[in-house]
């Protein structure tokens, strides 16, 4: 095999079963993701103010925040994406108002107002906004969270005029908690933890089935390995099972075993190749358009 070539066509492989961005597609169901994903739904469906989705790094919230995106209906829902929300409370209005196509004005009242009417025109229409902020504890200051609530103020007849998901890492949960009026409106909590060693299992067999009838690419042993060594965060899953694929299609092994994942996984798992990785999935974080655009063959 070339150094040049992928591993793809020495497995025979349709595509690339653990690429680090968030594709719909690869999403594997596990308890508490499935969970989440009911809780969110309800509480978008419900049409509740805000939800608090929170998870520990690389634990699958962006993917599982793209499908959702993914599973409402352009028809039904007008959906707005901000997945790099680290700006400031001005410039973060700004962003949300692009993401609803909406064109910038210069008075902050007009702003606002213009938004009203789109909120007010997807009430006539049937039509329910949704508003999904990714990376939400990056958000620069406390005076941001208190635009985002403020959004929450359009109503009527006591109806959420706008649902706000908030996703983010941990400290978000502490953030938020900081701010009481926007802590009370928080409708639906969820939490993405790590996989267990069963999920792990599950996790790797279902993104190679997606790319691949063969059941017997990683033994038993290798996955334990996997799970060991990544403590079954998922993004390191990936970067690891990538990785071993890689190294046994250069080898050209039959398997991946356990041998072979103790020799790879102190690279993948340096501090460097974690960074990456999480650059690499930042990297497929679009806007919802993008998003639907990419992903519309893989909606369930």
Known sequence: MKFEDDYTSYWG?????????????FYVPCVQHDAAHRWLNYGIQARKGILLLTGDIGCGKTLLSRRLIVGLSPAQYDVALVANPALSPSELL???????????????????????????????????????????QAIESLNGFEELRLLTNFQLNDRYLLTVVLIGQPELRGLVADIPQLNQRIAVRAHLGPFTAEETTAYIGARMEAVTDRTDVFTKEAIASIFEQSQGIGRVINTLCDQCLFAGAIEQVTQIDDRLVQRVGPVTNTPMAVEKSAAKDLNGIGSYREVISKYASGRQ
């Open 13 to 25: 492989l349709r595509g690339l079963p653990f690429d680090n961005v968030p594709d719909p597609r």
């Open 94 to 136: 700004d962003e949300v108002l692009a993401q609803f196509g909406l064109e910038l004005v210069q008075s902050k009242a007009a702003r606002l107002q213009m938004l009203n009417e789109r909120l007010q025109l997807n009430e006539q229409r049937g039509v329910s906004s949704v508003l999904v902020v990714d990376e939400a």
